[in-house]
């Protein structure tokens, strides 16, 4: 049984910084493309950043220079960090894995950015 496991959301200030991770188990990790997507209240999910099992990386215009994605196939762990934060990332933050027509999704983290 596939599970995503993401941890580390929370209220920040504006300006502020948060790490979300995701855990996965029961898949094989490190062949798998993983993803962070985010859903504020009344929009679509969206795509904030993926790493493929290779390492390339792909981010929305919205986070790059801000948000950096990456991974650790020793721990089945893939990491978002996210550096000034600003009230627009508030969402819910989901963690994604794709393989070979495979999709799961993990059950999601709050960030909230006050200003």
């Known amino acids: 049984q596939v599970q995503l496991v993401e941890s580390g959301g929370g209220l920040v200030q504006a300006g502020g910084s948060l790490r979300l991770s995701c855990a996965a188990s029961?898949?094989?990790?490190?062949?798998?493309?993983m993803g962070w997507y985010r859903q504020a209240p009344g929009t679509q999910r969206e795509l904030v950043a993926s790493?493929?099992?290779?390492?390339?990386?792909d981010y929305a215009d919205s986070v790059k220079g801000r948000f950096t994605i990456s991974r650790d196939n020793a721990q089945n762990t893939v990491y978002l960090r996210m550096y000034s934060l600003t009230p627009e990332d508030t969402a819910v933050y989901y963690c994604?894995?794709?393989?070979?027509?495979?999709?799961?999704w993990g059950q999601g983290t709050q960030v909230a950015v006050s200003s």
């Open positions: 994604n894995l794709r393989l070979i027509g495979l999709n799961y």
């Open positions: 029961g898949i094989h990790f490190s062949l798998s493309t």
């Open positions: 790493i493929t099992g290779g390492g390339v990386t």
